[in-house]
């Protein structure tokens, strides 16, 4: 007698890729086009005329993402941790917050990789 355990993760995948392909293909089908209005197009900045184009931000805050990144995982392995430490071993819990202090250090670290980079300094 044959296995048939996967088919209905198979029909999950096809569901899963069918359902939001069906449904961006058809809102093009059937959506509205608007009309290209330059205008509409424009930056706007309170009444006054603009100031070069509506596309030219810089990513100031981008370099503080691995920081963000870093800080978000260590935040989401201590909560599923403090949801079951006290059914776990120690090792494990000592594990678990040793991989939090080292994603923190590390995104730190690159917080301040970028900053140099930032001033000029070359690291390596």
Do not use: C
Request: cysteine-free; aromatic content about 12%; overall charge negative.
């Amino acid at each position: 007698m044959a296995d048939y355990t996967y088919i209905p993760v198979a029909i999950f995948a096809a569901l899963a890729l069918f359902v939001p392909i069906s449904m961006l293909v058809l809102a093009k089908l059937i959506g509205a086009t608007p009309r290209q209005n330059p205008i509409k197009l424009e930056n706007y900045e309170s009444a006054e005329s603009p100031i070069g184009v509506s596309r030219d931000i810089t990513n100031d805050y981008l370099q503080y993402f691995p920081l963000y990144l870093g800080f978000e995982i260590v935040i989401v392995i201590i909560l599923g941790w403090a949801a079951v430490s006290s059914s776990i071993p120690t090792a494990v819990s000592l594990g678990i917050i040793g991989i939090s202090a080292v994603a923190f250090v590390l995104s730190s670290f690159a917080l301040r990789i970028s900053h140099a980079k930032e001033n000029g300094v070359a690291y390596g």
